[in-house]
């Protein structure tokens, strides 16, 4: 009598896109986490670099989206004038003016808020734009009281 094959590894299994994507939607889901965060626990429980599970996520158009809207609501949580800058003609200017690097920060970035966000406080601080920080309730009172 045949043995049962075992489950074959990582490495030996071909996901297509579509079996990738249901995977990872199910994660999110599942442990009520972003698409990002069960990229990396898919990539880690796997025993894989991120770099090795990139080329599924490029394909597939419901991952990149919604990595897409993820990032994009984190950079607007981080600057709420975002819309406006992206409109300003000054941000544009500044931009084409920095390295190829920041560009692509700003330009070629669908998904990592982190990157744009500091490029936007760059131009910020280059531009003399004051931070926008929630108001802090003033104490009453001393320490001493």
Known sequence: MPSAKPEPEFSEKILTVKE???IIEKMVSELRC????ALMIYADKNGVELETI????K???TLKAKLAAEAEADLLAKHPDFPELRKSEEFHTWAESQP???????YKNPDNAQLASKAIDLFKLENGYKAQTKSQPKPTGSAAD
């Open 100 to 106: 190829e690097q920041i560009q692509q920060w700003i």
């Open 34 to 37: 972003s698409i990002l965060e």
């Open 59 to 61: 394909n597939s158009h």
């Open 20 to 22: 990738f994507s249901v």
């Open 54 to 57: 990139g080329s599924l996520v």
